[in-house]
């Protein structure tokens, strides 16, 4: 059926390809492309053994018969590992030789920022800091740069009296990663359900969540946040406006203190809620129907199974493989609309920080808060990985 | 099943899972049949804006467009001109968005915030979507390491977050040039258009008429030009709305933070200034304009975008168009089982009654 | 020819779109226990629409307008196939009638080993076997169709064409149906593998008796393996004959073009090796 669809028609199903081309270095690794690769050949060296069996000795295969899902798909990793390398390695170099483009001298602007807080003897390290230290070349300040941050030195910041860099963004990191990741997960769960069952009820009323979401989608983060600070937090008082805690409060593991964080919390990740569900159930609903018109939903279907059974187990098992390759992609533009909430809540992340960074001209921060995200987005990236390999049996296919 | 398909081939398919054989209308007219030029192929790809939804987005962000360049005549007053006796005003037939705690006319500041966001944000999409056809067509067309390393750069781009580079890269200048914001936009949103494009093009190179235009001997710039760009317009189209709703997010949120100079006023400064000086809550006219803007440009262009993707897939509009046509009929789309409805064939006057006799008969 | 399992009666469907199009017009057909039936006609000639529809497969806009479907189960109730609920109309699907599909390729759930979906059947339709018994049943299916029961965590990529198949007719198997519809089950493979499966498929015929309806564009190949042989044309039965009559006194001109129109490779009548 639609084994040769897929190689007849023209842009239609292609145009999901692009989704499904995997997020992989590899084209190979993609999943879906179709039916065709997989009909053209079996792929690892146990099944091209059994084909070439005389095809009337049927039953022989069996004894060859592997169990699937216990190999390990080393290509797919390999290749996961590389990206990741090669864009941490992209990230730091392009935090190496932003300070190059600046205008005029960064490190004289710097000093001149720090209002005497940084001994002219300073003026040494904060040069081969930004790598404007003039007596040695680009290749050994690259280097030594290397060094620095293989020491897990990132700096130091002066918006933030002195401290090191990597002291200042360990304190804001965790509200973030619990903040951003909390509400980011629940969005995309949130949305993927939704999504599937607006997509499984194609035409029902549901259909009214398509254009709600969309808008909510194009308004911006930070507007977003603000109206809901002026609707929930100032009109209603529902929420607390700000911060992570009311200062008087002292952090602690007790219940008052978590109480309290939670209640802060809520109204931002409400918001980062809001805000990106509808990309998600775009995305799904779209997906589903695609998958819905597969072949092994009317099989589905004719084999008698409940509906509840055929829309999760089948479809929506099917249509959040896309799903979970766009969440990867996704993430970095994500993490950014988040941190601009956390300036608008003045929530003390890495967001906060970043913008009182900018503010202060705290270049070091700047580029330690940049480098700690690009990491913070690879890791996510990397889960993301673990889930679809766990989630799709055929990344474990290789190229032979 | 194929029996609508062959003798009423234009007709509306009926197609669905249950019906096998019946997907083959699915090429939506991108490939005809014709002698093709770039001209007609070109025309022929305008078809994907035909659609109502496409058309409302292109006509919302006609407006938007005419009176980013009308300003001047259509803001009844400077935007910047203060005006110390009317502060923080309430909409009024003198200020239809009201003032700011200056004076300041919203309603002028949100048509000249018009020209700031459109500017920046075109010129910023432009660049990216060059950007995105060189590398994304060039990647799709290479084989073996070079399109992978192609790429893969476009994935590193695509990962890494762009605001936070954004900032960056706009705070390491005292005060950048609109160019220069435009182009930090431009290199961090070029990405995803590479990326979907080099997908596609890597399925059109393996499909039978650029590979007939190969066989025939066409120059490689023939083949480019006539037979692949034009089926590409509508991946190109859709990355080029997609490119500029996030340029004209991440202006506006760069913007917002203050970051770009107070001096090239768009929406996001207007948002900056009733930020910094309290307007929320109480005095709603000076920011909630300027973000319904953004939403509404955002609306707009997602609506072109909608309209592109059904034009490239028709499954969705069709899925959604069929499903409401059957409800209509009083099916439902989703039914596992065959509808039994013996008034159909039988027409008008003959109810099911018939077939309940017939039924106790047989 | 005295004990039917399956009585087709003046069966329609209609697409309703606008103009609603006829797929199938009045068809009446009976299927005898145990026989093979080939369903054979032209792409759009109906043969699937017909076949999809005796179930109640087809997705709107697909409406039946006419007719009855008769199941005559085996003890001896007779269960009327269009005024069945939905709730026992899935109840019944699989359970009376099980489908081979067209190219095993999409039929089977790529993310999910076939054991688990073997076991989807028993776990919907015997939902009084345990798991191992369940188990132990797909064990069983896989090895009678020749899998091998170690395959029962394999996933529909790692199976050759063929095997994906094998596995579709274990799965049609499984509820030990009286009537299983194929779909151009062989199309899509090559010769040699098409072969043992139609070799398998009359194996299991014989071993447990379903009848069989056969659908295919390829009539030589239903000559050779149907009892029975209907040919479709725009959606009406045009000839309903044994396959000895079909092959050597089709009445109708256009089963004479159909039988015309397959090359003869040994210059003979005698296309079909039987």
Redesign the interface.
């Given at each position: 059926m639609s084994a040769d669809t897929s190689t007849t028609v023209g842009p239609g199903p292609d145009s999901r390809n692009p989704e499904n081309e995997a997020v992989g270095v590899q084209a190979a690794v993609a999943p879906g492309l179709g039916a065709a690769p997989i009909v053209a050949a079996p792929v690892s060296g146990a099944q091209s053994d059994a084909v070439q069996f005389d095809p009337t000795l049927v039953g022989t295969t069996a004894t060859k018969a592997e169990r699937g899902g216990s190999r390990v798909p080393w290509r797919f990793i390999g290749g996961r590992v590389l990206f990741y390398a090669f864009t941490a390695f992209a990230a730091i170099s392009i935090n190496f030789f932003i300070p190059r483009m600046m205008k005029g001298d960064a490190v004289q602007a710097y000093m001149a920022q720090s209002r005497g807080l940084l001994q002219p003897s300073a003026e040494k390290a904060l040069r081969i800091q930004f790598g404007l230290d003039n007596s040695t070349s680009l290749w050994q300040q690259y280097w030594h740069y290397w060094g620095m941050l293989l020491h897990g030195d990132l700096g130091i910041s002066i918006s933030s009296g002195m401290a090191p860099v990597s002291e200042v963004i360990g304190a804001a990191l965790p509200w973030t990663l619990s903040l951003v990741g909390i509400a980011t997960i629940i969005s995309f769960v949130v949305g993927t359900i939704v999504g599937a069952v607006v997509g499984w009820r194609r035409g029902g009323r549901l259909d009214f969540l398509v254009p709600v979401t969309t808008f909510l989608g194009t308004v911006p983060y930070f507007w977003l946040g603000l109206i809901f600070i002026a609707v929930f937090a100032s009109l209603l008082g529902w929420f607390p406006a700000g911060h992570a805690y009311e200062l008087g409060v002292t952090p602690g593991f007790n219940l008052d203190f978590i109480s309290e964080v939670i209640s802060h919390a809520a109204l931002p990740a409400l918001t980062i809620v809001i805000a990106s569900v509808g990309g998600w159930v775009l995305g799904m609903r779209n997906m589903m129907l695609t998958v819905l018109d597969e072949d092994y939903i009317t099989v589905a279907q004719a084999k008698g199974m409940p509906d509840r059974r055929v829309l999760w187990r089948y479809a929506a098992r099917n249509a959040v493989l896309p799903q979970i390759q766009s969440f990867a992609l996704a993430l970095g533009f994500i993490v950014g609309g988040t941190l601009v909430m956390e300036m608008v809540f003045s929530y003390p992340g890495i967001g906060l920080l970043l913008l009182n960074a900018t503010n202060a001209k705290d270049y070091a921060l700047m580029q330690g808060i940049f480098l700690v995200l690009v990491l913070a987005v690879l890791v996510a990236n990397i889960l993301a990985d673990i889930a679809y390999a766990i989630l799709d049996p055929r990344v474990r296919e290789t190229e032979a | 099943?194929?029996?609508?398909?062959?003798?009423?081939s234009t007709?509306?398919?009926?197609?669905?899972?249950?019906?096998?054989?019946t997907?083959?209308v699915?090429?939506?007219g991108?490939?005809t049949v014709k002698k093709k030029t770039f001209g007609s192929q070109l025309r022929a790809s305008l078809a994907m804006f035909s659609n109502p939804k496409s058309a409302t987005g292109l006509i919302i962000f006609g407006i938007f467009l005419l009176v980013a360049i009308f300003a001047p005549w259509i803001a009844p007053y400077d935007p910047t001109a203060q005006n110390l006796s009317a502060t923080l005003q309430p909409p009024s037939f003198q200020h239809l968005l009201g003032t700011t705690h200056i004076g300041e006319d919203v309603f002028s500041q949100i048509v000249y915030g018009t020209r700031g966001v459109l500017v920046v944000g075109l010129i910023a999409t432009i660049m990216a979507t060059v950007m995105a056809i060189v590398v994304g067509v060039t990647a799709g067309y290479l084989r073996g390491w070079k399109s992978?390393s192609l790429?893969?750069l476009s994935?590193?781009f695509?990962?890494?977050?762009?605001?936070?580079?954004m900032?960056?890269?706009a705070?390491?200048?005292?005060d950048p040039p609109l160019i220069l914001i435009a182009a930090v936009l431009g290199l961090t949103g070029w990405a995803?258009g590479a990326?979907?494009l080099r997908?596609?093009t890597?399925?059109l190179r393996n499909r039978d008429f650029v590979q007939a235009a190969r066989a025939n001997g066409e120059p490689l710039h023939r083949i480019i030009l006539v037979e692949m760009l034009p089926?590409l317009m509508?991946?190109i189209a859709s990355s080029f709305v997609g490119t500029m709703?996030?340029a004209v997010?991440?202006l506006?949120?760069l913007a917002?933070?203050?970051?770009i100079p107070v001096s090239n006023l768009n929406w996001g400064t207007i948002?900056f200034w009733a930020?910094q000086n309290n307007a929320?809550?109480d005095y709603?006219w000076w920011?909630?304009p300027?973000?319904l803007c953004?939403?509404l440009?955002?609306?707009a262009?997602?609506l072109i975008n909608?309209g592109i993707?059904e034009y490239?897939?028709?499954?969705?509009r069709s899925?959604?168009e069929?499903?409401?046509?059957?409800?209509k009929?009083g099916?439902?789309?989703?039914?596992?089982?065959?509808?039994?409805?013996?008034?159909?064939?039988?027409g008008a006057g003959v109810r099911s009654g018939r077939?309940k006799s017939?039924?106790s008969t047989? | 020819m005295t004990d039917p399992l399956l009585s087709i009666r003046d069966f329609s469907v209609v697409y309703d779109v606008d103009p609603p199009v006829a797929a199938v017009k009045n068809v009446t057909i009976d299927i005898e226990r145990g026989e093979i039936v080939g369903l054979a006609g032209e792409s759009g000639s109906g043969k699937t629409t017909l076949a999809y529809g005796i179930q109640r497969l087809l997705k709107p806009p697909a409406v039946i307008t006419s007719g009855d479907v008769v199941f005559h189960d085996a003890d001896g109730e007779d269960i009327d196939i269009n005024s069945l609920g939905v709730e026992e109309m899935r109840r019944f699907r699989w359970d009376k009638i099980s489908m081979v599909f067209q190219g095993a390729m999409n039929a089977l759930n790529p993310v999910t080993t076939i054991g688990a979906q073997l076991d989807d059947v028993f776990l919907i339709h015997r939902p009084e076997m345990n798991r191992t018994e369940r188990r132990a049943a797909v064990v069983d299916l896989l090895e009678i169709v020749k899998v091998g029961g170690a395959r029962i965590r394999s996933y529909p990529h790692e199976l050759s064409g063929g095997m994906r198949q094998r596995v579709m007719i274990a799965m049609a198997l499984a509820l030990r149906p009286q009537l299983m519809v194929m779909d151009e089950p062989t199309t899509a493979l090559d010769v040699l593998v098409q072969r043992e499966i139609l070799k398998q498929i009359s194996q299991l015929r014989h071993e447990f008796g379903f009848s069989v309806i056969f659908i295919t564009h390829d009539l030589p190949l239903l000559l050779e393996i149907s009892d029975r042989i209907a040919i479709m044309r725009e959606g009406a039965i045009v000839e309903l004959a044994t396959s000895e009559q079909i092959w050597s006194d089709p009445e109708h001109e256009y089963t004479r073009s159909l039988l015309s129109s397959f090359p003869r490779l040994t210059g003979e009548k005698g296309v079909v090796v039987r």
């Open positions: - | 099943m194929n029996a609508p398909a062959e003798n009423t007709l509306v398919q009926p197609v669905g899972a249950g019906t096998p054989e997907a083959s699915l090429t939506a991108l490939s992978e790429s893969a994935n590193v695509l990962v890494l977050p762009a605001l936070p580079l900032i960056i890269i705070s390491q200048f005292q995803w990326r979907v997908a596609q890597m399925s089926n509508a991946i709703t996030a997010l991440g506006t949120t917002f933070i203050g970051v948002l930020q929320f809550p709603w920011y909630v300027a973000g953004i939403a440009l955002g609306v262009l997602a909608f993707d490239v897939n028709p499954r969705l899925a959604g069929r499903a409401r046509a059957m409800k009929k099916m439902d789309p989703n039914a596992a089982v065959t509808q039994v409805r013996p008034d159909l064939a039988a077939s017939e039924r047989a | -």
